[in-house]
């Protein structure tokens, strides 16, 4: 064998399928897409159990609002909940998925041939993500109620633990704002409890999602 030193060979080039030609169905079920966005919710968590393979179902966004479901099987999925759940990796999380899948509205992995990068130092990732409004790029995707109560085979966590680790982290301020559903911790420190003849008690929110007070 005789080595080459191959000169001018061009970079890898994606070909990214657009979100709206799947969601319209204007996709071929026999050919593998390159996928690229921006994951804004985790719908589905399947651990490894006995019986079971691990999936993670997750909704990706496009830079025009479209979203989609995608489903990481197996290494795929392990790979995924590996760097969601490592407590260094903070804000958004941009996925591209090379030969993936495309059949009814949604993707996912191939069976092989497949390979998926997380927000991976590279052009496409950077660009995609230095597109996203700022305040989705300092947000870390939360995790649906669904899934958190699917999420208990095989984990060394409780589900306080759990909940703390995956929720988002809100000042007083932040958190007397809020005006929608979500999953968050404050901490705070107790100055006094206002006791009456019913006992004590703290204030609240003010107003519930169905626009009615407590």
Known sequence: MKAIELQNIPPKGYFFKDFGEILQGKCKTDRLEDIIGAISEINHIQSNTPGKKVVVSVVLKDLKGNCINCNLWKIYGSNFLAYYNDPKNNGAIVILLIHAMVKDGQVSNAWSGSKL???EDILEIKDFMSKLPTNEQKEKPTQSAKSLSNWFGGSQYS?????????????????????????????????????????????????TLFGKYH
Not at 159 to 171: D, L
Not at 186 to 191: G, K, P, Q, Y
Request: proline share 2%; net charge positive.
């Open 159 to 207: 589900p306080v633990e759990r909940f703390v680790h995956n929720a988002k982290c809100m000042s007083l301020s932040q958190f007397c704002k809020i005006k929608h559903e979500t999953l968050c911790v404050t901490v705070a420190t107790t100055l006094k409890f206002a006791v009456s003849k019913y006992g004590w008690f703290y204030y609240g929110c003010t107003i």
């Open 117 to 119: 990068l997380i927000n």
